[in-house]
Each structure stands twice: as structure tokens, then as C-alpha cells.
């Protein structure tokens, strides 16, 4: 079964508004996670690392501030997309790491803002 | 820079052949290898990992062969089936809370 879960898995939303999106890890606990953006017929982009207790680390050119990551607890990890408009529609993935370097995907979330 | 390198682009095979994916690094500090086989519309679900402390390891049809001194990594899949068709990803990472680093992937299409 699934060890890391995301949700929604599908959300539309208007452009303008907010949107937030889970990812858990459902029988560990994850210091981090990772958040990547995947556009059709393409690879994953990592957006940010997601540090337990702290600060993102987000890769370059991705907009802090549009792009909003809280990792509250062990096993939550938030990203909220910020002032949505239609470009930010993707498929959002989330990652944890399970001991040592097993890294799980969620199954997704899918935005599509209009 | 491309850390990770994955060939082909894309593979049709008949069903009952051996697909193989191949994928090159250059960061020797990568000690992590693993490979992700995502559906359309799914996230990526681990398949089959290796550290390059061993040349080949085995998991059900799935089949990992490893290469340090070339730093080349590669995946075999025996007797392929129609469900395998999916995209398949290789990846690397190094010690510590480091993200994977992906190839583009590769589309494989496995035809009755």
C-alpha cells in the first residue's frame, strides 16, 4: 500500500486564489520531504526541500512566495500555491524520505486553475 | 549540466522481450541509484534500488546491472508484459538529506 499520501489528488480552483495541498507519510516519520512539479511528457523538477521544523530550501527559480511549503510536523508536509493563475497548472508531486535513502512518491495532485 | 543521463527516449518492445533503459552519471559522490516506474496521471512507485557496491541485483523480473568504474547504471526488464508499458525513471542521489537527482525518463511500450 501507499506510504506517502497526497491530497487532493485533483483540485481546480480560479485564478487569484489559493490552494493547498498534503502530503503525509503514513507509517514513518519524514525530516524531509520534497516537492516537484511535473509537466506533461517531462521530467520531475524538484521545487524545494522540505525541512521539518524549518525553513525551505527551494531551487532556483522557483518563487518562494508564490510557492509556500510548511513541514509542521513528522509526518505533514504542506505546499500552497499562492495567487493561482493558469501557468501554475501541473501535476504536484511530494516525496519523503524513509530511513537511510528510500525516497517515496505520493500519488500526485493534479491543479488546474481557471 | 545533466547529472544523470537516461537512454533511450523512448522503447517499443513485443511482449515476452527484455527492454533495457540505460543511464550514465558523472557525480562519483552518488551512492544511491534507484528506479521509478510511473502511469499516466500517477506518481512515480520505487521499483528497484542499488549502491554501487555490488554489480547486479534482481528483483522479481526487474533486473539492476551496475557499472562504477563506466558510471553506468542499467535496468532489465524480463519477459516484458503489456502492463509494464509506463514511463521509467533512473535516478541518483548521495548520502544525506540530498533529493534525487532524475534522468528525462524513458517511454516504454510493450505491444502484445
Known amino acids: 500500500g501507499a506510504v506517502v499520501s497526497q491530497h487532493p489528488s485533483r483540485v481546480i480552483c480560479k485564478s487569484g486564489t489559493s490552494v493547498k495541498i498534503e502530503c503525509r507519510s503514513l507509517?514513518?516519520?519524514?525530516?524531509?520531504m520534497f516537492w516537484y512539479r511535473q509537466f506533461p511528457k517531462q521530467s520531475l523538477m524538484l521545487m524545494a526541500t522540505?525541512?521539518?521544523?524549518?525553513?525551505?530550501?527551494?531551487e532556483q527559480g522557483v518563487e518562494k512566495d508564490k510557492f509556500l511549503i510548511n513541514h509542521a510536523s513528522l509526518t505533514l508536509s504542506t505546499l500552497t500555491v499562492t495567487s493561482a493563475h493558469p501557468e501554475d497548472s501541473s501535476f504536484y508531486i511530494c516525496s519523503a524520505r524513509r530511513g537511510g535513502n528510500t525516497i517515496y512518491f505520493g500519488e500526485g495532485s493534479w491543479l488546474t486553475v481557471v | 549540466q545533466q547529472q544523470v543521463k537516461q537512454s533511450p527516449q523512448s522503447l517499443i518492445v513485443q511482449k515476452g522481450g527484455i527492454p533495457i533503459i540505460n543511464c550514465a552519471y558523472e557525480?562519483?559522490?552518488?551512492?544511491?541509484f534507484p528506479w521509478y516506474q510511473q502511469f499516466p496521471g500517477k506518481g512515480p512507485a520505487l521499483l528497484i534500488a542499488?549502491?554501487?557496491?555490488?554489480s547486479e541485483k534482481k528483483e522479481g523480473r526487474f533486473t539492476i546491472s551496475f557499472n562504477k568504474s563506466a558510471k553506468q547504471f542499467s535496468l532489465h526488464i524480463m519477459d516484458s508484459q503489456p502492463g509494464d508499458s509506463a514511463t521509467y525513471f533512473c535516478a541518483a542521489s548521495m548520502a544525506g538529506n540530498t533529493p534525487l537527482v532524475f534522468g528525462k525518463g524513458t517511454r516504454l511500450s510493450v505491444i502484445a
Open positions: 557525480n562519483t559522490a552518488f551512492d544511491y
Open positions: 542499488i549502491r554501487p557496491d555490488v
Open positions: 507509517d514513518f516519520q519524514a525530516t524531509t
Open positions: 522540505s525541512n521539518e521544523g524549518s525553513k525551505a530550501t527551494y
